[in-house]
Nanobody, 125 residues
Framework: QVQMVESGGGLVQAGGSLRLSCEPS????????TGWFRQAPGKEREFVAA????????SYADSVRGRFTISRDNAMGPVFLQMNSLKPEDTAVYYC??????????????????WGQGTPVTVSS
């Protein structure tokens, strides 16, 4: 079964930066969109950012807009999440997900078929 594989998480001080990467465990994998979600301890999973891989259209949660950037080099390659000006409230396990099918709303976690195991991000104050 195809899974997404995340990397790049770690411990960083507030104000610092991290770059997460995500790619499928099996290639090639045609994807319509790839998204990042996060779940902090004791909280529900929330949407962070997503990108439609052919058009490059992006969407961001209000809490990260202007600080995080989602990108890809091409429609079949890895997807990156550049996280700048990190805050302690960004601490969470970050999950990558992908969908092979067209969806209107790429922010909804229920639209994604393939998920990763998550990579932890800890931002110290």
């Amino acid at each position: 079964q195809v899974q997404m594989v995340e990397s790049g998480g770690g411990l960083v001080q507030a104000g610092g930066s991290l770059r997460l990467s995500c790619e499928p465990s099996a290639r090639p994998l045609s994807r319509y969109a790839t998204g990042w979600f996060r779940q902090a301890p004791g909280k529900e999973r929330e949407f962070v950012a997503a990108i439609a891989l052919i058009s490059g259209h992006t969407s961001y949660a209000d809490s990260v807009r202007g600080r995080f950037t989602i990108s890809r080099d091409n429609a079949m390659g890895p997807v990156f999440l550049q996280m700048n000006s990190l805050k302690p409230e960004d601490t969470a396990v970050y999950y990558c997900a992908a969908t092979p099918s067209y969806v209107i709303d790429i922010t909804g976690g229920d639209k994604y078929d393939y998920w990763g195991q998550g990579t932890p991000v800890t931002v110290s104050s």
